[in-house]
């Protein structure tokens, strides 16, 4: 399978598309300012201890409190309070030198273990959603390309996609030959079939990274981020780079060198995959993902020979129902055709699941069908599909009214994509200026940069039935404006453009504003 990354570095977010054979598989958008990341470890203090929800309050720096229930804190939460305090009081000490403390009840109440303005070091295990503030836990983790590092712990556990069971018990004697004392470790799938020095480089690295975070807690007033996860960007190619990979495209260069050295450190033989790249049209429109978010992110989606899904959100749980709309297969049964749209509905709504990055509960209303054998065939098709998702889930078979339920991991908010949009011409009041005036306001805005401004060299972007209509014949309009004002005229068509927008680029791509004097 062809795999490959289209990374688009805008003023304030990042946005990363994965392409599995050109088709856009998954969706993932970084903002610039935003904080409180799955696996940032931060210093905060105990505001509200709540004895009925045997949960706390805790300040970590977000303007609602963060969430920490007692389910969420480590066994070895004494420990981990023990670690603070000896690192404040000799600013840092190395984690095997501590001495293990006993494990907190695990049916025990929180105002046991916690007290209101008490300092914790707690890790955000799901980011803000909605009205609610981060959830917190005090079970740490650290992940690296390879392992996961757990301290205060003593186990090793090895990923259940590694099906060959001699390498899981080689991987698990390796790993706790060379495994630091007091650190557990869970050995990633990647991992698979790698050597000891390795292991060990990493496991160092990761080691070294976790009690340098601590080293300065004596200097630290909290709320402090202490340890701050890799950005969304990086940690995306640390979980899902593998050698199906072929071509990483990046339209900032800065960016672009920080992929190529990063991933120079986890995997040396793909570094060269990454390109960075300089295109006239946005780098969405470039490899075609502009119109696949359009055509795949709306209420309704269609998939195959006239079937499609619709998807509705509510705060409580997702619903999807499938229908087959104008398909009709001569020949064959209903029974038959509700198979076949079923099977190829599951394929797509697990790709849904993944590319709007859904979570909590999901309801999908299938076609009927009567067949127990064909409703097991499509449960036994939805696992499939999903076997390639990385969050956790669960799927239950067909209920008798052809329901099925699915419960997937939510730690960030879901994505959600606009594909419907403000006519840029009439700004909603249904009434616009005569198509004819178009272009008569863009010559009358080409010809006030060339005689007023002086810029001699220009490029400008069209809808693509402009363009067409600017250049067409010998003696096209463009030939004619740039022979008329003595200027270098190129004109291009961008599908995302409004079919009247037009905007002007100068010779370096930057675009020339209305009010540039």
């Known amino acids: 399978m062809n795999t490959e990354l289209v990374i688009d570095v805008r003023a304030e977010e990042i946005v990363i598309a994965l392409l599995k054979n050109k088709r856009l598989a998954e969706l993932t958008t970084e903002k610039t300012s935003v904080k409180f990341t799955v696996g940032d470890i931060y210093y905060g203090k105990v505001k509200k201890i709540m004895p009925g929800l045997n949960a706390a309050f805790v300040n970590v720096g977000y303007e609602k409190d963060a969430f920490l229930h007692y389910l969420d804190l480590s066994p070895q939460f ?82 259940q996609k590694i099906k060959s069971s001699e390498e899981r018990k080689r991987l698990k004697r390796l790993i706790e030959s060379i495994r630091p004392k007091n650190y ?33 807690l004596r200097e630290i007033e909290p709320p402090k981020l202490i340890l701050g996860e890799l950005d969304r960007t990086t940690a995306f190619l640390r979980d899902i780079l593998n050698p199906s990979f072929e071509n990483i495209y990046v339209n900032d260069l800065a960016l672009s060198k920080e992929i190529k050295k990063y991933i120079s450190t986890i995997a040396p033989e793909k570094e060269d995959i990454v390109k960075f790249v300089t295109t006239e049209v946005p780098i969405f429109d470039h490899f075609g993902v502009d119109k696949q978010i359009k055509t795949s992110l709306g209420r309704t989606v269609s998939f195959k020979n006239g079937a499609y899904l619709i998807i509705e959100h509510t705060e409580a749980f997702h619903v999807i129902d499938v229908n087959s709309g104008n398909r009709v297969k001569l020949g064959d049964d209903q029974e038959t055709n509700a198979l076949e749209v079923n099977l190829a509905a599951a394929e797509e709504v697990a790709r849904q699941l993944q590319l709007r990055d859904m979570g909590g509960i999901i309801v999908i209303d299938y076609i009927d069908m009567q067949l127990a054998e064909n409703r097991q065939k499509l449960f036994e098709k939805m696992k499939a599909a999903m076997e390639t998702d990385r969050a956790k889930h669960t799927i239950l078979p067909l209920s008798k009214f052809g329901l099925m339920q699915i419960t997937r991991q939510r730690v960030r908010p879901e994505m959600t994509v606009t594909t419907t949009e403000t006519c840029p011409v009439c700004h909603g009041t249904g009434k616009a200026e005569a198509a004819i005036l178009l272009i008569d306001k863009i010559e009358d805005k080409l010809e006030y940069l060339a005689k007023e401004k002086k810029i001699h060299g220009l490029v400008l972007k069209v809808h693509p039935f402009i363009e067409a209509y600017l ?10 404006w740039a022979r008329k004002y003595h200027i270098r005229l190129k004109v291009l068509g961008v599908p995302s453009y409004y079919i009247y927008e037009y905007k002007f680029f100068n010779r370096f791509n930057r675009e020339i504003e209305e009010n540039n004097d």
């Open 78 to 159: 004494h420990t981990l309070d023990s670690y603070i305090k000896q690192c404040i009081a000799r600013k840092g000490m190395p984690v095997s030198k501590l001495k293990m403390e006993p494990e907190i009840d695990k049916n025990g109440k929180i105002a046991d273990v916690l007290t209101v303005g008490q300092y914790v070091v707690v890790q955000v295990a799901k980011e803000p959603i909605s009205t609610k503030g981060p959830r917190l836990t005090s079970e740490l983790s650290i992940a690296g390309r390879h392992l996961v590092l757990m301290p205060f712990s003593d186990k090793v556990s090895v990923s």
């Open 184 to 216: 557990g470790v869970i050995v990633r799938t990647v991992a698979e079939g790698k050597n000891a020095e390795l292991f060990d480089s990493e496991l160092t690295e990761l080691v070294d990274r976790f009690e340098t975070a601590f080293k300065h």
């Open 471 to 480: 250049k067409k014949g010998f003696w096209s309009l463009r030939w004619k």
